[in-house]
């Protein structure tokens, strides 16, 4: 096994399940590093044992490179595969059809990788396309664009874009829902993007009636695409939050009105929307996008998840907007 390779599947698993970010750097790190030698340097030093006298190599990522120079499946590698979280008993036959991820994070704003790394991984993964989505100005906290930042983002993704052909990222933005309704970053911006998930991030406590006319405001602007994690809810024991409470059938009612897909979010944190109110949706006649809200590469892989829980509340595929080619033609 390629050493630089081993590492960084690794760095997969890691993300996958959720693991802290510095610890996945750290193999990312040292794959780098085993990038920029010749191979029987790292061959030698193996043999030597003098692989961490190479900044950025420590103990377990020399013991994962040794075995890969020794054409083993490095130890470190097959406990993390053996121990794989997330284990899913549906959805197989909806996975299969997915052909991209309408949201999805880079090192723009909140997201730990660059935008070719986040690409890269969900062409491995057989994805077609991935919507770039990286928060809005009013979200500080998360590095939010601002208009001048997403201008220069959108003439970057043009032109990996002209690299990474035939897969495409789609342009698009995860803007808040602001306390009125409106949408935060500018409305010729908006009108730009191929995709704009619109959620709530501030103020998730607010009294019903107000965050059903907040909601449903935020739906109707012609520039919404898809209603991010609609209830806001955590579901960790560090991330312990409850629902935003809102008159959800008019909510939904207002997006299939408006032609706007209901996320069904595939964060194990986030789980959103809850099951009854994900079948209320297939009820009323919603679209919904399957979306992972990644921030790293290895959580590409958690669309499976939302599969799942959409197979049991009978997501019809067709319903499923990231199940087409382009999901907003």
């Given at each position: 096994m390629d050493p630089a390779k081993a590492l960084r599947l690794i760095g997969f698993y890691l993300e996958r399940n959720g693991e802290p970010t510095y610890k996945v750097q750290a193999f990312r790190k040292a794959a780098a590093v085993v990038d920029e030698l010749p191979a029987?340097?790292?061959?030698?030093?193996?043999?030597?044992?003098?692989?961490?006298?190479?900044?950025?190599?420590?103990?377990?990522?020399?013991?994962?490179?040794?075995?890969?120079?020794?054409?083993?499946?490095?130890?470190?590698?097959?406990?993390?595969?053996?121990?794989?979280?997330?284990?899913?008993?549906?959805?197989?036959?909806?996975?299969?059809?997915?052909?991209?991820?309408?949201?999805?994070?880079?090192?723009?704003?909140?997201?730990?990788?660059?935008?070719?790394?986040?690409?890269?991984?969900?062409?491995?993964?057989?994805h077609e396309w991935m919507a770039l989505t990286d928060h809005s100005p009013r979200l500080t906290v998360a590095n939010g664009l601002s208009a001048q930042r997403l201008r220069k983002q959108l003439d970057v993704v043009a032109e990996l874009n002209e690299e990474l052909k035939p897969f495409r990222i789609l342009t698009g933005i995860e803007v808040d829902i602001l306390l009125d309704g409106a949408l935060d970053q500018e409305e010729e911006l908006l009108a730009r993007l191929d995709i704009v998930v619109a959620s709530v991030h501030s103020e998730l406590r607010m009294p019903s009636p107000q965050m059903t006319k907040r909601m449903i405001k935020a739906v109707s602007n012609p520039h919404t695409t898809i209603l991010g994690h609609c209830t806001g809810r955590m579901r960790t024991a560090k991330r312990n939050r409850p629902e935003s409470t809102f008159d959800a059938k008019a909510v939904f009612e207002a997006c299939r009105d408006n032609g706007v897909a209901v996320e069904i979010n595939s964060r194990p944190e986030r789980l959103d929307p809850p099951l009854r109110l994900l079948k209320l949706a297939v009820e009323i006649g919603c679209e919904f996008a399957i979306d992972t809200d990644a921030h790293a590469p290895g959580q590409l892989d958690w669309l499976s998840t939302g599969c799942e829980r959409a197979e049991k509340c009978g997501v019809p595929v067709e319903r499923v907007i990231n199940a087409r080619a382009n999901p907003v033609g």
């Open positions: 029987e340097e790292v061959q030698a030093r193996a043999k030597r044992g003098t692989l961490t006298q190479l900044p950025g190599i420590g103990k377990s990522t020399a013991g994962v490179i040794a075995d890969a120079v020794a054409g083993r499946e490095p130890d470190y590698l097959s406990k993390l595969i053996a121990e794989a979280t997330l284990p899913v008993t549906g959805g197989q036959e909806l996975r299969a059809a997915l052909k991209g991820d309408c949201h999805v994070h880079s090192d723009w704003s909140d997201g730990g990788s660059t935008i070719r790394e986040m690409a890269e991984v969900a062409i491995e993964l057989g």
